[in-house]
């Protein structure tokens, strides 16, 4: 079985279930500490087919959970893993300042914006949730940049499809089920497999430390990978594994957009320093017989194997003449 998900807290599971950093990704989607139980009024929807159940964190207890909590995600954590934390804004001050207690480091501050908002009469509708990307110090990170997108698609604006996947403002819609028995709040596949693809790889441990809905363990099985996580309420585990019964491993790998086109030979390689220093001399042989910083860096990228962004923070590396790289960026 590819999953063990257990009904439990999640700070007492992770103390007996989990050993000290083993997980490889953790995404998770704490109670906001809101009222969760009374969302219904907020987003003015019928609660007739949402499971009963949902367990709420009390305000004034709120700090000091989302310490606890955290603390676990801290070490389970492989040296080099990932935690991606959906919260709102009424107490992601409160998880901030949990993970600053940490040695988790802040990747980004991803801004996820969905449809149908908080419905409002006298402020701004609020349409976006926040979601915090941290690693654990000690290793090295997965991150697969070109996993959706080759570094040559583009637009029909001639703009690079890679590049603005990977912006930090994420419009994704939120996922209806009418007529299905569903979780107060559940993430969509897509918020998912996005995160799942880019921090992590076939046969790695992804953990929830809320599985609420069970998407993220949905997910993780259906992307080959190994999922453990914790659900509190009694009603909703018992939904949720009967869901997962029906969940075979691998069967979303089949829906996933293939990048079109080649990657980079050595994407992710370090740069040696004979590698530097040949770059320098080829950057001014080049642009000297050619006379176009884009031409340049375009037979860079093919003679190294590495992308525009690898080729051009090399060269302000190894500090080429300004007048060679000052506006590369309009070439990138």
């Not at 009469?121 to 940049?145: A, C, D, E, Q, R």
């Not at 499809?161 to 007529?179: F, S, T």
């Amino acid at each position: 079985m590819n999953y063990s998900l257990y009904n439990k807290d999640c700070i007492s599971g992770c103390k007996k279930h989990i050993e000290d950093n083993s997980v490889d990704l953790i995404i998770t989607d704490p109670p906001y500490g809101i009222n969760g139980d009374t969302l219904h009024k907020h987003y003015n929807r019928d609660e007739k087919n949402v499971l009963d159940g949902y367990v709420e964190i009390p305000l004034e207890e709120y700090e000091e959970f989302s310490k606890r909590w955290i603390k676990q995600a801290e070490r389970i954590l492989r040296p080099g893993g990932s935690i991606y934390i959906v919260s709102g804004y009424t107490n992601l001050h409160h998880i901030l300042d949990a993970l600053k207690e940490t040695s988790l480091k802040e990747v980004n501050h991803i801004i996820w914006k969905y449809n149908f908002g908080v419905h409002t009469k006298n402020k701004f509708v609020s349409s976006h949730y926040h979601i915090l990307y941290w690693v654990k110090p000690g290793g090295k990170p997965i991150f697969n940049t070109y996993v959706r997108f080759s570094p040559d698609e583009k637009d029909n604006k001639d703009g690079s499809l890679n590049y603005q996947d990977r912006e930090d403002v994420w419009v994704i819609n939120r996922e209806y089920k009418p007529g299905k028995i569903k979780n107060k709040n559940e993430l969509p596949k897509k918020l998912l497999i996005k995160m799942i693809q880019y921090s992590s790889n076939e046969s790695d441990l992804v953990c929830d430390m809320f599985l609420g809905g069970f998407s993220t363990a949905h997910v993780a099985v259906g992307l080959n990978r190994r999922c453990v996580g914790f659900e509190i309420s009694e009603s909703i585990y018992e939904h949720g594994i009967k869901q997962m019964k029906q969940v075979k491993p691998g069967e979303l790998t089949s829906t996933l957009r293939k990048p079109n086109g080649s990657i980079p030979l050595n994407q992710g390689k370090s740069w040696s320093t004979e590698e530097l220093l040949h770059l320098q001399d080829r950057y001014k042989n080049i642009y000297q017989r050619v006379g176009s910083k884009g031409e340049t860096i375009k037979i860079l990228c093919e003679e190294f194997g590495r992308g525009r962004f690898s080729i051009t923070n090399a060269l302000n590396k190894i500090n080429i003449d300004e007048t060679h790289i000052s506006n590369l960026d309009e070439y990138i």
